[in-house]
């Protein structure tokens, strides 16, 4: 789960990392009021978004006026913000955040991520803040500091120290750099964290170091034992048709293509996804319904699919092992009379009881396009789209 800058700002300032001075806003006038309540003369007003790269897209802007700000407000609320991480889509701008302006004398990278490889937490730092990680990975990979920490010792000082010397911090400074860098690790470690970036953590002119940008992803599966974090979930900014399926218990990721997926179990999800590819077709989505295909969630699940107007054929492929292929069958004649299905439907069936399986779909009398192996239901799920395509009518499964 992602969470908003002034989220993340409050989160690490509750673990020692300094940061500016802001309040959140819902509309122009209270951003303006808010301003006001800061006081001085420059404030940054920043579209609170789930993704980076505002700053060039428009959704952080500097001003030194009370009307400055109104203006500024009056277009970033209620757009759709589209940044390099948002998709074409974006993200829309319901809350924005009013800080004192900080004088940058320099921009540093800092990020914390979870390293698979090593197994542990990895810091990654770079002397050239404010451009994305990407792009210094590209344009200047020698800038950029790692350091592993070893989980049963926690990050300690004389690394923090290193990780200073090498981004050439003033000795004068280095104890700010340490704090900083132990609080976003106890951050990071103590709530289940899977990312922490801080792009950029600015010097002032006036040698304070401060978290000017902050972002934190959490581990979905840790949430319940953070319900303060979990309570900072912003459904405005995910994507509807996923927020949707994680409050139905299912694991969905949409997808641009145009063949929906409904399969039980991750890696076959993934494998029913590449297959579809290798057929010349596009997977709408992903989609696990979980070991126990009962009728309901195999309703739930064409429900999910079919909300997305892209889909024009649905693949369902389940294996059954504990499962039982007969009731599996049940379950999607079931569902397709319950849930109006105007796409062509594609069932595979595997495992356990598959005879049986077959029959009840035969049966049905329900214009199921049946397939034995994967490889043919891929076939003949891309067939039956390009059929549609072609046709530019729809195959009714349901009248
Ligand atoms: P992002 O583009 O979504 O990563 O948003 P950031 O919060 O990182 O802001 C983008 C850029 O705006 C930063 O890299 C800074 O250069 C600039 N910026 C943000 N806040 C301030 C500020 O308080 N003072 C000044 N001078 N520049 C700022
Ligand atoms: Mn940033």
Known sequence: MDIHEYQAKEVLAGFGVAVPTGALAYSPEQAAYRARELGGE????????????RGKAGGVKVCTSDSEINDVCETMFGMKLVTHQTGPEGKGVYRVYVEAAVPIAREIYLGFVLDRTTQR??????AEGGMEIEEISAEKPESIVRAEVEPAVGLREFQCRQIAFKLGIEPGLTQQLVRTLQGAYRAFTEL????????PLVVT?????????????????????????????????????????????LSYVGL??????????????????????????????????????????????FRLVLSDKNVQAILVNIFA???RCDWVAEGVVQALKEVEVEVPVIVRLAGTNVEEGQKILAKSGLPIIRARTLN????????????????????RAVS
Do not use: Y
Not at 121 to 126: E, N
């Open 42 to 53: 420059r404030w940054v007003v920043k579209a609170q978004v789930h993704a980076g790269g």
């Open 321 to 323: 092992g504990i499962n």
């Open 192 to 199: 289940d964290a899977t990312m922490v970036e801080i792009n």
């Open 376 to 395: 043919e239901a891929a076939e003949r799920a891309v067939g039956a789209w390009r059929n549609d395509l072609s046709q530019g009518v729809t195959v």
């Open 121 to 126: 937490v990895m810091i990654v730092a770079s």
């Open 256 to 301: 641009d293509g145009n063949i929906g997926c409904i399969v039980n179990g991750a890696g076959l999800a993934m494998a029913t996804m590449d297959t579809i590819k290798l057929a010349g077709g596009e997977p709408a989505n992903f989609l696990d319904i979980g070991g126990g295909a009962t009728p309901e969630r195999v309703a739930k699940a």
């Open 205 to 249: 002119d006036d040698n304070r170091i401060i978290a000017l940008d902050a972002k934190m992803t959490f581990d979905d599966n840790a949430l319940f034992r953070h319900p303060q974090i979990a309570e900072l979930r912003d459904k405005s900014q995910e994507d509807p048709r996923e927020s949707r399926a994680a409050d139905r218990g």
